[in-house]
């Protein structure tokens, strides 16, 4: 596009492509991490929704001790009467180990350490039990019953993770609050230096668009290619994280990894910094355009 | 054309520039407009080419008060006046046929119609060998005939002219007058701004004459010259 103005030898030729690039590199990063963590709460609920778990006292021997047999299907038996109790089954004594390895190590339990039985409760579709009560119902049958409902203990993590969603959504806010002041001293700081040549324009019969529409192209190309390089720059450090966050065997720790839907989000980020840019300074060169003859 | 009645003027809380100013200029009307340094020509012009507005008095301009006029008239006003400012103000990264067009853009002029003009204008001026070349590699002689250009492109009916021969030498200031006279012709109002009093005895045309910022019209007797052979030159500017 044609400009009457001599923006090449303006400072904001550098300093506007950088901040915008640093801008959207940060709000990349932050909108990943809040939808990574909005992915793993999903995760998180859909595994334990409609489940509860029974844990007996353990016995030396593990589940093969005849009185843990008998505890085990005695508790099961009235697990299974309960209504609203869609299945109940003993975790295998495998799947307790695998449990335990990260602080036992992945060597044989000794024989006579008192693990702990295990009891996977799948409730009905919609239904929900009071933990307490089913609790005290089966300590008559088996003392030392304890009945762990998941979702109570995930509800406050999810919180956490809300909470660091909220906090994410909010530095997003901030990066763009920011870009938007940065923007506008540009185009004040352009004014001020082509001041002379904005008052020959409009002596020559310039209206105020016209010379406002050669400051927000201005200021759309360097926008634009600060965005690009800053999501560049963001999808790679995603990458790298992506990478490193697939070798940590932590079930609860949020894997990093974007869906397609996600990573056109994230590609919408220059392009939304673009318009928000353009808008920007096309309002502040007409407000202080307007105070001039 | 341009109608000033009782128009005082000062900037800002500073002493008042010009004092009730008041005067009219006929359509097709040629004027010099002198006075010391400083006693206030180029404000004068500059109210005449809405750059200001008064403090006081009222402005008329083809038919228009403009001291009232909303300020998203006054672009359509401005497109009627030429200018040919003191310094020039030439736009040093673009070329003398991009300054020249700079009037028919911001028209809304098409490219090719744009091309075809400006071209041909500066031709007329003498700056045919010139239209890629920039203002600073031009002499201000060439500058002068650019910002020329520039304030005729857009065949204005008022054109304003502040002190168009005080960067160039006498023959050359002759030139420009003559061309001046050219426009004024074809029903160009002008108004030419210079303390150059042989060049107002010479071309014999009516004086707006400021002093103290007070004006005061004057028809001076035109001095019988040999610039018959220098009006012919004009042409070839």
Do not use: C
């Not at chain 1, 950088?18 to 990574?36: C, N, P």
């Not at chain 1, 001020?192 to 016209?210: F, M």
């Not at chain 2, 002190?163 to 061309?179: A, F, K, M, N, Y």
């Amino acid at each position: 596009m044609h400009s009457d103005l001599s923006f090449d030898n303006d400072a904001s030729r550098h300093f506007v492509p950088l901040i915008v690039a640093v801008m959207v590199y940060l709000a990349t990063l932050a909108l990943a991490g809040s939808m990574s963590i909005g992915g793993a709460v999903d995760q998180w609920r859909d595994a334990v929704r409609g489940s509860m778990t029974v844990q007996l006292p353990g016995r030396p021997g593990g589940q093969t001790s005849p009185e843990a047999v008998a505890n085990i299907k005695a508790i099961t038996d009235a697990l299974l009467a309960t209504p609203g109790v869609a299945s109940a089954a003993p975790l295998p004594d495998s799947d307790i180990q695998a449990l335990l390895e990260p602080w036992l190590g992945d060597a044989d339990l000794p024989a006579d350490l008192p693990v702990p039985i295990l009891i996977d409760v799948t409730l009905d579709d919609g239904v929900s039990l009071d933990p307490k009560g089913l609790a005290q119902r089966l300590a008559v049958i088996v003392s030392g019953v304890q009945v762990n409902d998941s979702g109570a203990s995930l509800e406050r993590l999810v919180r956490l993770a809300r909470s660091v969603q909220w906090v994410a959504g909010i530095i997003v806010a901030l990066v763009g609050a920011a870009a938007t002041a940065i923007i506008i001293f540009a185009a004040r700081a352009g004014m001020s230096a082509h001041r002379k040549t904005i008052e020959l324009l409009h002596l020559i019969g310039a209206h105020d668009s016209y010379i406002a529409r050669q400051f927000q192209f201005r200021l759309l190309v360097l926008s634009l290619i600060g965005g690009v390089l800053g999501l560049v720059f963001g999808a790679v450090t995603l990458l790298v994280l992506t990478l490193l966050s697939s070798q940590v065997q932590a079930s609860l720790v949020p894997r990093l990894s974007l869906t397609a839907p996600q990573w056109a989000i994230l590609a919408m980020l220059p392009i939304l910094g673009t318009a928000v840019a353009t808008v920007t300074a096309r309002m502040t060169v007409s407000r202080s355009l307007r105070q001039s003859l | 054309m341009v109608r000033f009645q009782n128009v005082g003027m000062r900037y800002g809380l500073g002493p008042e520039i010009l004092h009730d100013i008041s005067f009219q200029l006929a359509p097709g009307s040629f004027h010099f407009l002198t006075g010391a340094s400083g006693a206030g020509k180029t404000t004068l012009l500059r109210l005449m080419y809405l750059a200001h507005r008064p403090s006081r008095g009222l402005i008329s301009l083809f038919g228009r008060d403009t001291t009232t006029m909303k300020r998203r008239e006054l672009p359509a006003l401005r497109r009627r006046i030429g200018v040919v400012f003191q310094d020039f103000r030439l736009i040093d990264h673009l070329t003398a046929l991009d300054n020249v067009a700079l009037p028919l853009r911001i028209a809304g002029a098409k490219k090719e119609a744009i091309g075809a003009h400006v071209s041909e204008l500066l031709s007329w001026v003498g700056l045919k060998d010139h239209i890629g070349a920039r203002p600073p590699t031009l002499s201000d002689g060439e500058k002068q005939r650019v910002a020329i250009a520039r304030a005729v492109i857009g065949r204005p009916s008022l054109l304003l002219a502040d002190e168009p021969t005080g960067s160039v030498d006498h023959e050359q200031g002759l030139r420009i007058l003559h061309l001046f006279e050219e426009l004024n012709k074809i029903g160009t109002t002008v108004v030419i701004a210079t303390h150059d009093r042989d060049l107002i005895a010479r071309f014999g045309r009516p004086v707006l004459r400021l002093v103290g910022g007070e004006l005061s019209v004057h028809r001076p007797p035109r001095v019988v010259a040999p610039s018959s052979a220098l009006a012919q030159q004009a042409g070839g500017l």
